[in-house]
């Protein structure tokens, strides 16, 4: 958080940003400004406040209760990829065709899953159901400001260490549009929660974003790491006398995840870069000549997005001989979770009976 006083300094810029965001969504609101529909069920996975709130895994939450019964497609702005325009992924993509968030989808739910990105959302839907006709879900991947495309449910997510409703609209904070924006949701997750969330905290936290969204069902997820994996062929299986790590994250707030690790495994060092980073060799080299001056030298240990960054022959060749992991992760929910998947099923539900009107 920014402190305290160049908040204050920053609010009159703010509140003509936040009076900008006001007048565009209420010309959406009254149709001013058109969105369009789509004869397929439209999710919706995004936040207010820019940076990381979880929503890759919930995306692929989403994916895994879906599939195989409903035929689904992502779609994703792409950021951080080195091409333009529509694209729907191939076999022969990488992160940098693609962007690191939408090849991990490939690579994880492969030819099951429809992954494109463009710049233009609007204009990838009609390729996506030209290519996949079959498709009957399209789950948009940070898309809670992008109101060119109807959508029949609108997840609206929030780191619980940093709730929208304790910020400040940019440049004084972190929104991306004013707090009231979340009035627009169907349902709010709260991410990121430690396990030992109470019932009265949450209760407490819910109340704060109702204020906001009048009577919305609000719901707490965590994050569950599963066992780290071998990063390519010829790295041993991880065994428990593996730690302690190097752990290396590009996260918009890696927290958490130093947090677990540290705790779990045992830390050396934390090398947090930025959200989206481009690895090459020039900028992996000076932190693998530091790695290997370290005693054992230690395993290394990143995130799932970065290690699909790291599937190209220029960065293995750099990281050759290292041992490396990475660590999956997945959405859990603290508790009702059957009443958010009954929520899912209803939405789909009324969309599939008013297809058939």
């Known amino acids: 958080m920014l402190p305290a006083l160049l908040t204050w300094l920053l609010r009159p810029l703010a509140a003509i940003y936040g009076a900008v965001m006001r007048l565009r969504n209420h010309l959406y609101a009254i149709g001013q400004r058109r969105s369009v529909g789509f004869q397929v069920f439209t999710i919706s996975v995004g936040n207010l406040a820019v940076g990381g709130t979880g929503k890759t895994p919930h995306v692929e939450y989403l994916l895994r209760h879906l599939l195989p019964q409903h035929p689904a497609a992502t779609l994703s702005r792409g950021y951080g990829r080195r091409t333009r325009g529509v694209r729907l992924a191939q076999p022969t993509d990488t992160a940098a065709t693609l962007g690191d968030e939408p090849m991990q989808f490939w690579r994880k739910f492969g030819p099951a899953v429809t992954v494109a990105v463009a710049e233009e959302r609007i204009l990838a839907v009609p390729e996506i159901m030209s290519q996949a006709p079959a498709t009957q879900v399209l789950v948009l991947d940070d898309a ?8 029949h449910l609108n997840l609206l997510l929030t780191d619980w260490a940093r709730p929208f409703y304790h910020d400040w609209v940019l440049p004084a904070g972190r929104l991306r549009e004013p707090r009231q924006g979340a009035n627009r949701a169907d349902a709010v997750l709260v991410t990121k929660c430690p396990p030992s969330l109470d019932t009265p905290t949450q209760a407490r936290m819910a109340a704060q974003v109702r204020a906001y969204a ?11 790491y599963h066992p780290p994996q071998p990063a390519w062929p010829g790295v041993a299986p991880w065994s428990a006398a593996s730690g302690p ?3 290396v994250s590009g996260l918009a707030n890696a927290q958490p995840l130093e947090d677990y690790v540290r705790q ?12 989206h980073f481009a690895y090459t060799p020039a ?4 932190w693998v000549a530091e790695w290997q001056q370290l005693p054992g030298p230690p395993p290394v240990l990143t995130t799932e997005k970065d290690w699909i960054k790291w599937q190209t022959p220029e960065i293995q060749a750099v990281l050759q001989g290292m ?6 992760v997945e959405v859990s929910f603290l508790d009702q979770e059957a009443e958010f998947l009954a ?11 008013n297809q058939a009107t």
């Open 245 to 247: 790590v190097v752990l």
């Open 283 to 286: 900028r992996l080299q000076p």
């Open 264 to 275: 779990t495994f045992g830390l050396v060092r934390h090398l947090a870069l930025a959200d």
């Open 343 to 353: 929520l899912l099923a209803q939405k789909m539900a009324a969309w599939q009976a």
């Open 214 to 224: 009048p009577g919305v069902p609000v719901f707490f997820t965590g994050l569950r």
């Open 144 to 151: 809670y400001q992008h109101q060119k495309i109807q959508r």
């Open 323 to 328: 041992v490396v992991y990475y660590l999956p």
